[in-house]
């Protein structure tokens, strides 16, 4: 379970030398942009995000194949400290960025992932 734990840590803080990092300030400026590709850009990242790391935290698990994915949703809610639910929508998921974002300017110099993370933890307490 330690491996996992530090696998989900790597998958959720690295960041590829040759890739842009998005930050909370980056996610802010595309989410109140009037531009088309802006707004794509604000819920595709965010849709984007949310899916890679629960997938992330999940794929071990997914590739062991003794798990139901009922199963896998729980271990990852608890890796995660939050609980998913399925009813949400991409919607209610950007606002709720949205309103962390703006509640919490002085963290947007940060990784918009870990942002987000934090966003869906206070938003989506187990």
Not at 98 to 126: I, M, T
């Amino acid at each position: 379970m330690k491996r996992i734990g530090l696998l989900a840590s790597y998958i959720l803080f690295a960041t590829q030398a040759s890739a842009q990092m998005v930050t909370g300030n980056d996610l802010v400026a595309a989410c109140e942009g009037s531009s088309g590709e802006q707004q794509g850009f604000c819920v595709g990242y965010i849709m984007g995000a949310t899916e890679g790391i629960r997938l992330g935290v999940g794929a071990p698990f997914m590739i062991e194949g003794d798990k139901t994915p009922d199963e896998i949703n729980e271990i990852s809610n608890s890796l995660l400290m939050y609980c998913a639910i399925p009813e949400v929508t991409a919607a209610q998921n950007v606002a709720v960025v949205k309103k962390f974002l703006g509640e919490n300017p002085e963290k947007l110099h940060f990784p918009a992932r870990g942002l987000l993370l934090q966003a869906f933890q206070a938003a989506y307490k187990c």
